[in-house]
């Protein structure tokens, strides 16, 4: 079984900068993209930035803002959201995915809300 646990969310004036952490543990493999996504009210669930093995992915909305980092040791992967505005506020999801196996895990959800 796998356990996502987030930390870091919370409220930030626009501007401002946050970081989400997200450590998986259990049984997740050697070989996995390690995420964020997040869902704002009656909105869709978007990818906001993934790493795979050193290579990273961003939607193109925080490119430049975000910046997503992993350790390895600690099966931790970081985001790092500077400049945030208004429309980044969001439920952010951490997201495990082991192409192997084709198959996602999903972390509790952690709020970040960005006050104008």
């Known amino acids: 079984q796998v356990q996502l646990v987030e930390s870091g969310g919370g409220l930030v004036e626009a501007g401002g900068s946050l970081r989400l952490s997200c450590t998986a543990s259990?049984?997740?493999?050697?070989?996995?993209?390690m995420g964020w996504y997040r869902q704002a009210p009656e909105k869709q669930r978007e990818l906001v930035a993934r790493?795979?093995?050193?290579?990273?992915d961003y939607a193109d909305s925080v490119k430049g803002r975000f910046t997503i980092s992993k350790d390895p040791a600690k099966n931790t992967a970081y985001l790092q959201m500077n400049s945030l505005k208004p429309e980044d506020t969001a439920v952010y999801y951490c997201?495990?995915?082991?192409?192997?196996?084709?198959?996602?895990?999903w972390g509790q959800g952690t709020q970040v809300t960005v006050s104008s």
């Open positions: 790493i795979l093995r050193g290579s990273t």
């Open positions: 997201n495990v995915y082991r192409p192997v196996i084709r198959y996602n895990y």
């Open positions: 259990g049984d997740i493999g050697s070989y996995y993209a």
